[in-house]
């Protein structure tokens, strides 16, 4: 919102009365004109905002794999290669929960927007991504190549762990089930639509911190 702000000027000073004619004498002088008021200051502009904390790249991988993704180690391996590919800076780890550790303690909390490998903002900041509903589903990869389907999560969209079954804490397809996310939503489902058997071969979605 602009917010105009009015400078408030003095007025002018009033002129001073003539000087009353003596008697028998030469007539007064007229008095000196009263000097104008000083012109009001005008109102400090506002500061401006913070600076906006720097976006943070999301993307979902072009490779798929069953629940067998190594765990911690192995799914942000596969985050940290697909980046390193495309040329994008900074570490990636996935949107991946176990029974015990959430995402929302492996992944860094921004306070700042969370943006698609084209610049489309899908958060605002953290807050904003835990609250049910992105601004724009996460369906580009690191190249920026448009990917569908379902993506490994183990993750509620508050980012706490589904707490149900995760295939091993995500090492094993052999048997058991995981929760999934799809890349065509921006409801909850985005992170939590089905739970699918832990041999499903699925995508990852990657979070840069």
Do not use: H
Request: charge should be negative; charged fraction near 15%; aromatic fraction near 6%.
């Amino acid at each position: 919102m602009l917010v105009f702000l009015m400078a408030c000027g003095s007025t002018d000073g009033s002129g001073g009365s003539g000087g009353s004619a003596g008697v028998g004498g030469e007539s007064g002088s007229g008095g000196s004109a009263g000097a104008g008021g000083d012109g009001g200051t005008g109102g400090s502009g506002g500061m401006g905002g913070g600076v906006e904390p720097e976006a943070l790249v999301v993307f979902v991988t072009s490779s798929i794999q069953t629940a067998a993704l190594g765990g911690f180690d192995g799914a942000d391996a596969t985050c940290a290669g697909e980046a390193t590919s495309a040329g994008l800076e900074g570490e990636f780890k996935a949107w991946l929960s176990t029974l015990d550790t959430a995402a929302a303690d492996r992944l860094t909390q921004s306070s700042g927007p969370y943006v698609l490998t084209d610049g489309t903002r899908i958060a605002d900041n953290w807050n904003d991504l835990i609250d049910n509903q992105l601004l724009a589903p996460i369906n580009l990869d690191a190249m920026g190549r448009s990917q569908g389907g379902d993506v490994w999560t183990g993750t509620l969209p508050s980012g706490q762990p589904y707490e149900e079954d995760d295939c091993a804490g995500y090492t094993s397809d052999s048997a058991g089930k995981g929760l999934c996310g799809s890349t065509g939503s921006t409801g909850s489902s985005w992170s939590a639509a089905t739970d699918p058997p832990c041999r499903t071969r699925l995508r990852l979605f990657c979070f840069e911190q």
